[in-house]
Structures are given as C-alpha cells and as structure tokens.
C-alpha cells in the first residue's frame, strides 16, 4: 500500500518534470526522462499530458526520437497526436516508422489528415504506404509489412552469408529468420530458414537448400484462414504475394493475433455503444461528448419507436396500471435473454463455425432454447405477479408475454447477426439496437395485446 | 453462389462420409478423411457431429492421431470432446501433447473431471502439469511452456552444434530459436540465438557468445506487462523463471498475445451475459440453457428490485398514465450511457492506463460528459413529451429525469469497473447488471418523484 502510495506520488512527479521539461523546450531533459521509465509508465506519461503539451513534446524531439516514441504508445493514441501536428512535422516522424507502424497510424486517422501527411512524405515510402492502406482492414495485405531479406535462386551460401554478416545490424533490426528466393521476374520461389545455413556447404545454391513452392497467403486472405494457417503450420510468418506470386510482403504470427485481438476489442466496444475510435479520457471533451452522442441518439429514436407501441395501449394500462411494473421488466429482460444469443451468433461467426446463411439451424437451435428458458422465467413472473395482486390471469399474461417474448427474442437474437453479416453489415454494431427495438416492441404488444383481450378478468 | 452451394453440398458428404466411417469403426477412414480437408472444415467437422460420434471418433484413433487432433479444434472444442471421454483414454490422449496445450485443455474442465485425469497420468507429466495448473490465469506462469533447448554454459559451440544436428528433429518440432544457458545449479546465465552459432567460432564456450544477464520474467508476471515487454524488446520469446532464477519455462509473443486476445473474447461474452464456458451450437441444449438462465436468474432478480419502485409509486402513474411511456425509455437509455462509460474504464484498465484507485479522475471526466449529453437527451425527450402531450411540465418532469438520471448512470458506469476491480471482482461480468440496477432504480425515482411533487400541473 506505502509503495504504492509512492510509486502514484513518483509519476505525479515524472510527469510533472516532462511538462516542465516541454515547457523549457528542455529536449535533452525529456528524452532523458523517457528513457529512465517503464514503458508503461511513457505510456501513461503520454497520455496524461495536456494535449498542448502532448503537441510541443512530439515537436521537440528529434524525428528519429519522435518515431520511437510513437511506436511505443498504443495506436490510438499514436493517431490523436499525429493529428495534431503540423502535416510535415508528422511526415517527418512517420519516415522513420517502420512500414506497418505507419500505415497503422495512418489509418487512424480522418481520409483528409492521412492525405495531407502524405502528400508531405518523400515519393518512394507516399507510394508504398498508399499501396499499403489500400489493402482492407481484415486482410493478410493490412498486416504485412515490407522489411523482408530477398536472394535471387542462384546466390550460393557463402555470398548469402556474407551479406548477412554484412548487413547484420540492419536485418536483424527486422529479426530476420527466414529469407525469400525470387527468380529474376522476382517471383517466390522459395523459402530459407536462416538456421537452415547452419546445415548448408558453403558452395551450395540458395535453390539447392531453400524449401520449394513454400506456402503463401494473397494481399486478400482474410485474417481467420491466416489464423488457421499459422495454426496448422508452424511457421513464424507467411510471404505474401499477389496474383502472379510477386512478393509483396510478410505477414508474421503476431501480427495475424494481434488482428484477431483488436477485432475482438473494437467488437467489445460497439456492443457497448461506442463507435468509431477508441475513446481515452485523457482526449478532448467535445470529442468523446460527439461520439458518444451519435450512437445514444440512433437509441432514443428506436426507443421512441418501440414505447409508441404502451402509448397506443394508454387505456389497457389505465385500466390496469400494475402491468406497468411490468413493462421495462419484459423490456430489460427479452434484451437480455437475446444479447446472450447475439454473442452467440457473433462468436460462431467470427470462428467460422457457421455460415450466414444458416439461418434454419440458428432457428431451430435457439427457438428450443427460447421455449425452454422463457417458459422457466415466465412461470417465476407469472407466479410473482398472481401473488402480488392475488389475481391469477394478470400472472398469466405477463408469465406469458415474458415466456413469448423471450423465445422471439432468443431467435431474433440468433438470426440478426447473420442477417448483418449476410449483407455485409457489422454484427458488433447494429445487432443490439435491432434487437432490442424488436424485442421491446413485440414484448410491449404481447403484455398489453393480452391484457386488453383478457380485460375482464384483469380488473 | 453456385459455388458456394457446392461446397455446402461437399461439406455435407464429408459430414456423413466421417460419420459412417466412425459407425463402421473404420479408423483409416476417418483418418484419410480428416487429413484431405483444410484446418476449417477439420474444425467445422468436429463441431457438427453427432455428440455421441464425436466421443466414438476419439476412442477411435489412435492417441498420437487424437491428441493431433485435438490440438487443431479450439480449446473449448477439445475441453467438451476430453470430458465425454473415460479419463484412462483422455489421459491416454493428453499425453501426446505439448505441455502448454495438456494444461490449457484441462484448464477447461471441472475440476472433478480433470482431477480424475490426472490421476491417470504417468506421475512424471501428471506432476507438471498439476504445477502448471497452479499458475493463476493472466499470468506468465499460465502461459510458459516446459519445451526448450538448454546447454550448460562451459559447453563448447562445437558440441553444441553436434547436439543440434543430432536432435534435429526432436528440436526443430518446438522451433528452436534461443538456447538457454544454465549454471551448475540450473540457474539461467545467458541466452543464445541460435543464428549467432553462424558467426562463432567452434572452439568458443557457450558463456562466450551467450548474450548475459538476459531479460527474463517471473512466473507470476502479469499478462498485460508482459505485452509491454514483447513491445519494448523485439524478442520472439522470453524465459520464465522463479525468485531464484531458476528457468521453469519460456513464454512466446504469440501465447501472450492470444491470452489478451482471449481475455477479450471473454470479456465480450460477459457483457453480453454468458458466463463460464463459450457456448457452441453444438452443445448439449441442457448446458446452454442452464448456463444461459444462470445469469438470467441473477438479472430478473435485479429487475425485480429496481420495478419495485415502480409498484410503490403506482398512485403517481395512475393519476398521469403517460409517464407509463417514459419508464422504459429511461431505463433503456441510461443503460446505454452508462454502458458506453463502463467500457471506457474496462479498456482503460486493460490497457492499465488508469488505476483502480483514480475514482476522482473518473468522477470529475465522466460527470461533466454526462451532464452534456444528459442536457441533450433530456431536452430532446422533454421536447417531445411536452409536444405529444402539450403539458409543458410533463417535458420538465420527463426532462430532467433523464438528464440528470444519465449523468449518474454515466458516473456510475464509469466507476463501478474501477470498484470491482479493486475488490478483485470482474468487471466485465458485474459492471452491467450493477449499472442496470442502481440506474433503473434512480431512474424511476426521479421521474415517478418528480412527477409527484408537481402532480398538481399534470393532471
């Protein structure tokens, strides 16, 4: 507790002296400071700066020094402070990232930002980074990056290990362990386990020791048969081709799990009603008010819809204001019961363990489920409400509705994110609302639908 | 389409190909089988067999086929396939895997099931896996696995070489890269890529060229730091070991970015309301619905309490039956604000960029975010209902009530991650149904109260 105690009272100081060091224009200072620290605390340092000072830090240092930095914090927030720098002071830093670094970054941020940086970086690394973003998100071309080691077929070892020993520190800077062999139209040909030298005679041909026709992955493998590959096969990366087996890139175990990841993380967010980017604290208030406003604003409207359904129904609730409690208990539960069929769908999907078109089979798999669970927490309903009010059919058509309801919700639950995913649409994202403006709305109509048929025997 | 449609049909076949094929107890053909698919339809087909085929499949071939088999399917795959089995077949099989696989595999049994296991094991395994068990999840412990190369450090690179070449095949099977370097004691004392045996001399010693003082991490190094360190150094691995230095297994990049992949997963699953095990379609329908109404159960309780205020203010609701309308909406609405704020603070703690113990930091940042986008939805919501009902008043009431409900879900959601975390709780499994409470709760106080203080302007 004392120590950690300290370890607070120790950051409140670093990150003091690097804001004193900033407002110096100290560079020296602050580079120091970011180098005595855990990464995890530069991290937390950057993020917990004020965003002007976050803007002069990024300024201050070097290029070189900027871009280390930058590569060390996470992504989102590499992209809040590229933004907020002068176009050519970002191109500047972005040079000296490597090339998936950078279009990582680039890719954060708005189309016109990302174009004005790159029309500011040198021809050569504009050309590649744009070829790079061009890949979609999802796909082996968005992971791989371009820092590989090529021989041509015919190199002999000893050639190839002399330029290994010279040029040691710069390949094994891009951890080299496997090298490519292109023929002279600089297709793939082969693959060389750098160990594999160990076992080799010196006079031999790269194409006398390379593995022939090694397994490839094209710019638009998606990223779960990439898992799949690097699961059946146990290589520590993919050369990636295009269409005529030129090869393009590397795409490497990491960065293939790291994808997987992410996509697991964005999906967390958006079911919880965060869309677009990741959303800090420590970025600006209008900005995380905005986001979080488009999505709570597309709710209130599906709300406004569904509750128009107890608005038509004013005289059965008049009649009959108990079922009132009951209301947001249907609406709060059927979400519930079909959220737990979204996640699902949406993980059997990411898994490929079902088609979107399975329809008949989510259909079948979960009405059963429905029946079963919602005929238990209509019962524990219908049985609290006939106590309650010692009336019977009112237990009886809210145990009902609930039961109901939550089979419908179970199956809509199911089938949404099929159906989303079938044209093309992001499960993550769109399933809950549907959902549970479907749900509410049925819920809502089952409750008083059957109340009002029943009136008699309700008041 | 066509082709498509094909491949359903293929897959069909295969489906009953595999299935006669286990009913005919005929091995080789379900071995020639399995082994002409891709990794994703092996994976398909395992999960859509008959539960009873699947079980008959394993006992069918033999426990090196099965145990490669097994380690194709998902873990979650694989924890149902070994709990069907007789514990002296599973044993049978569990043995022919890597540690790693062994440990994460019987991680996903109860722990009746995998005691009975393990007690069919062959002493030696049974007593590291137990040990391996005992690492808590999130830790390096957790994820290290037992197969390295490790030389003594006065062994000559000459000898070293020879040991190589002649367990080429034994080594290159865990894709050798580092061999650790041991004192006497078993103490570890460097480390030695295996590609700097190309530029050594034969006669040196193995603590010549070692690299000393190696980073290692302790067997209780906490997931995320651990991501941190793959961050900070570009080492494809690194050794665990325990306070005496002592090396107890060695942790790659891509175990360690799979259990933050999984933790993900996990978490996402929560929110969405699924405890314990990932759901599969092809599970038993008595354990999805059970584990399914598990967490529902919980939940209706909750609705109960929160709807309670509703019952208890019933005279208010009968004299402005309207409000009846708003109920849900608020309760639906705050959720969806608060939710948005919990997942800020559970990224946030994933990404340990806030500590448990920053209530006031969340407070302060959270309500003031709330009050905006509270006055926004209030205003909206208070817009339409003096509009639809032309009772200014009823505006106010229904208003206010959700501006100011929306901040304190908003705070409360941003909070109650960082008390559940701080109480060793899980946030993503308590967040929601706390929220969802306490939110509903207040909710429907305020409006119901406020409705009641200025009933005399609503009738």
Not at 352 to 363: A, C, G, H, M, N
Not at 434 to 455: K, N, P, Q
Request: hydrophobic letters at 45%.
């Amino acid at each position: 507790m004392a120590q950690h105690n300290r370890s607070e009272e120790l950051f409140d100081k670093q990150l003091e002296s690097l804001s004193n060091a900033i407002e110096n224009q100290d560079s020296k200072a602050a580079i120091q400071l970011l180098e005595v620290v855990d990464l995890d605390r530069v991290i937390l340092l950057v993020d917990r700066l004020d965003t002007e000072f976050r803007k002069q830090l990024f300024e201050l240092l070097d290029p070189e020094r900027a871009a280390e930095l930058l590569a060390q914090v996470y992504d989102f927030q590499g992209g809040v402070i590229i933004e907020n720098l002068e176009p050519e002071k970002a191109a500047e830093i972005l040079t000296n990232l490597d090339s998936d670094d950078r279009v990582d970054l680039l890719n954060e941020l708005e189309a016109k930002d990302s174009t004005a940086i790159l029309e500011e970086l040198n021809d050569e690394i504009a050309d590649e980074t744009r070829r790079f973003m061009a890949y979609p998100e999802g796909t082996a071309g968005a992971l791989m990056y371009s820092e590989f080691v090529s021989f041509q077929e015919d190199m002999v070892v000893s050639d190839i290990l002399d330029d290994i020993q010279n040029n040691q520190g710069r390949y094994s800077e891009f951890g080299i362990q496997y090298a490519y062999i292109l023929d002279t139209a600089k297709r793939l040909v082969g693959v060389l386990p750098v160990r594999n030298l160990l076992f080799a005679k010196r006079t031999q041909l790269a194409q006398e020791i390379m593995i022939r026709e090694p397994i490839t992955v094209e710019v638009t493998t998606q990223t779960n048969e990439l898992e799949n590959l690097f699961e059946e096969f146990h290589f520590l990366a993919f050369p990636v081709v295009d269409s005529k087996q030129r090869l393009l890139g590397i795409v490497d175990r990491e960065a293939s799990a790291e994808a997987v990841q992410e996509a697991a993380t964005e999906d967390l967010l958006k079911v919880q009603g965060l869309m677009g980017r990741e959303e800090l604290r420590s970025m600006p208030l209008h900005l995380r008010s905005r986001r979080r406003l488009s999505w709570l604003s597309i709710n209130i409207v599906l709300n406004l819809i569904s509750a128009s359904v107890i608005a038509f129904h004013q005289d059965t609730l008049e009649a009959v204001i108990a079922l009132a409690v009951f209301l947001p208990i249907i609406s709060d539960m059927s979400g519930c019961s079909g959220n737990q069929a979204v996640a699902v769908s949406m993980r059997e999907l990411s898994l490929d363990l079902i088609s979107p078109k399975e329809f008949r089979r989510v259909f079948f798999k979960e009405s059963v489920l429905g029946l079963i669970n919602g005929t238990f927490l209509g019962t524990l309903i219908g049985s609290i409400a006939w106590l309650w009010k010692g009336n019977p059919m009112l237990g009886l058509v809210v145990g009902a509705a609930l039961a109901l309801n939550t089979t419908v919700a179970v199956c809509v639950g199911g089938l949404v994110p099929l159906l989303l995913k079938a044209v093309k649409q992001d499960p993550a994202l769109a399933s809950g609302p549907i959902l549970t403006t479907i749900t509410d709305m049925c819920g809502f109509l089952l409750i008083l639908g059957l109340a009002s048929l029943t009136l008699p025997y309700l008041v």
